[in-house]
């Protein structure tokens, strides 16, 4: 009993320490989000179907901001933030070389 107790607590510690996957569509090259997407044209739903889900934040006012990194030599080392306004529709795009990681810690 007690070895099932040990085997089930090492479980759940090796489940904490794994990382979810990416959602679908997370890593897409700069160039064929910045080719596909039209500021004023292109809605939700086409950049769902073309690209997959990604991290996103909703504000209160409808607006989002999806987040999708670009590929490098050695994995994920851009981002594509894409802002859809409250109908649907992407209203503006911004490419960085390198994720944003937050401020600058004091």
Known sequence: ?????????MLA???CAASPPAPPGT????ERLAQALQPG??????LLAQFGATSSFR?????EVWR???PGPAGPVGEFVVVIDPQGVVSKTRSAPVPYQGPPKK
């Open 1 to 9: 009993m007690k070895r099932l107790a040990n085997l089930s607590c």
């Open 41 to 46: 044209v292109t809605t939700k739903a086409m």
């Open 59 to 63: 504000f209160d006012s409808g607006v």
């Open 27 to 30: 890593v897409v090259p700069a």
């Open 68 to 70: 999708y990194l670009t």
């Open 13 to 15: 510690l090796a489940g």
